[in-house]
């Protein structure tokens, strides 16, 4: 590596800025000058080989797409010369890769919160959970007035998460609102559920119920507005018992292996796939080697290097899942005559992230190279330790909420841009790049722009296994938590009455 530039592989016939260049600038590489040809921003891809049309452009060792014309040394290649590889769905082999991540399990814990199911939380909040899109005022109304009543009381805090659904919706929207809502009363980090209806909606408590299925009554709280004289009244009297169950728990010594992580990408710029996904993917195997899970979504980001994570599959049971998780979502965008490659998005371009493919290379990485033991559907809870996927979209806001609800006590949100969002879990915000981390100080909680500058990626691993310790422990908070920034989103397809 350069102070100037990177050459993420040998193999590859593009490196990336580590500087804005102008026309006429100059660059020493393997002992040519290289002459720039055009202004190129920092985290984009300059030519080291003349790439004839036709010919792959090749980043991370593999193609990430081919050059629309000839491009020569020196030229800045991105999207103006340069088309992706993908098109429709495919057919796969299994090649199992025999690289295994060895599971050292040691006594390694953090200070968490056992649950009265053997459950275990890394936050003892109040979460309201209403079932209808309706009354997400009164829910946040009830939620601030609890707040003031019991702030300081033995609990994190009392939290609602508005949405737009619960009602007129159809089939699998339906079921899919369900889905997400059941699993966050089941959240662990949660230490007692109020859940809000309304009456008249086609997910009203009783229908709901069902889908939750078994529930602790201590624990869960249930209050039809509707039917109630005063809702606010009678809602606060609820808190309260709720409250009181949550001051039963105190933090107690639990084992690395209980905490299950979210891997999640967004606002990705180039050097995503550097220095921010590798360092998760690195995170991953340690945790995974204690014995822990770490679970990864964003189905479209994978397209073009499904491969990768299709031979990691721990059978070929687990390779046919991974198979239909990605045709699936292929098909979604056939089904709404969507090209199924449009992607990535404006900021990511401007970035410096040219296709599907460089982006797809780059957002697998986080999954390290542990093998995939599971695969699970939008709104699926996690069971197996290990790695597991998880369907979703691209989109930050609806797969933080996924990743949330299948489990994750933490997500881990990498960006080369910055966003403030956060989900119903604690979101660490890593940049790419130490100058995001340097502007953005109330949004960014970590930063792997200092593997650019000569820090080892061990010494790193082991600085961000040791935030999450803290973090799960209670003893730091991510800046989402500090600044109340905590939503959800629910994935749609389908028509609303």
């Not at 199911?117 to 109304?141: D, F, H, P, Q």
Request: glycine fraction near 10%; charge should be negative; include cysteine.
């Amino acid at each position: 590596m350069s102070s100037t530039y990177i050459l993420v592989n040998k193999t590859d016939n593009v490196i990336v800025t580590l500087k804005d260049y102008e026309k006429g600038d100059t660059l020493l590489f393997e002992n040519q000058e290289i002459t720039i040809k055009e202004a190129i921003p920092t985290g984009h891809k300059v030519a080291v080989q003349t790439i004839e049309k036709g010919q792959n452009v090749m980043k991370y060792g593999f193609p990430i797409g081919h050059a629309k014309e000839t491009i020569h040394v020196g030229e800045w290649v991105h999207t103006h010369n340069t088309k992706t590889n993908l098109e429709g769905t495919l057919k796969y082999t299994f090649t199992p890769d025999e690289s295994k991540v060895s599971i050292q399990v040691q006594d390694r814990t953090f200070k968490g919160y056992v649950r009265s199911n053997g459950e275990v939380g890394i936050r003892n909040e109040i979460w309201i959970i209403n079932t209808v899109g309706c009354i997400n005022k009164t829910a946040e109304l009830m939620a601030k007035m609890a707040n003031d009543q019991y702030k300081d009381n033995g609990i994190d805090g009392v939290y609602h998460y508005p949405h737009l659904f619960g009602c007129s919706q159809l089939g699998d929207d339906l079921h899919n609102t369900q889905k997400i809502l059941s699993n966050l009363v089941h959240h662990p980090n949660a230490a007692g559920i109020l859940v809000l209806g309304l009456g008249c909606e086609n997910n009203h408590i009783a229908e709901f119920k069902k889908v939750i299925d078994n529930y602790d009554e201590n624990r869960v709280k249930f209050l039809g507005v509707q039917e109630a004289d005063d809702e606010l009244e009678e809602g606060l009297e609820l808190l309260e018992q709720i409250v009181t169950y949550a001051q039963t728990f105190t933090r107690e010594d639990v084992p690395v292996s209980k905490l299950k992580v979210g891997l999640k990408c967004g606002g990705s710029d180039g050097f995503s796939g550097i220095t921010a996904n590798p360092l998760v993917g690195s995170f991953s195997d340690k945790l995974i080697a204690h014995g822990g899970t770490s679970i990864l979504t964003e189905v479209p980001e994978m397209f073009g290097a499904e491969t990768i994570l299709m031979n990691r599959a721990k059978n070929e049971k687990v390779f046919k899942m991974i198979v239909d998780l990605v045709n699936d979502f292929k098909e979604y965008f056939i089904k709404h005559d969507q090209v199924v490659y449009e992607n990535p998005s404006p900021g990511n371009k401007k970035g410096g992230i040219t296709t599907l493919e460089e982006k797809s290379l780059g957002c697998v990485q986080k999954g390290g190279f542990s093998p995939v033991n599971d695969v699970l559907p939008y709104g699926g809870r996690v069971t197996e330790s290990g790695l597991t996927l998880v369907q979703g979209p691209g989109n930050d806001l609806v797969s933080v909420t996924a990743l949330a609800a299948s489990g994750a006590h933490i997500v881990i949100f990498t960006t080369g841009r910055g966003t403030p969002f956060g989900g119903p879990v604690p979101t660490v915000k890593m940049s790419t790049n130490t100058s995001l981390s340097e502007k953005k100080k109330n949004w960014i909680d970590f930063n792997a722009g200092e593997l650019v500058h000569g820090k080892e990626m061990t010494e790193l691993t082991d600085e961000l296994f040791e935030y999450i310790i803290q973090l799960a422990s209670g003893k730091v908070r991510t800046n989402n938590e500090k600044n109340g920034f905590k939503e959800i989103s629910i994935f749609k397809d389908g028509v609303i009455l």
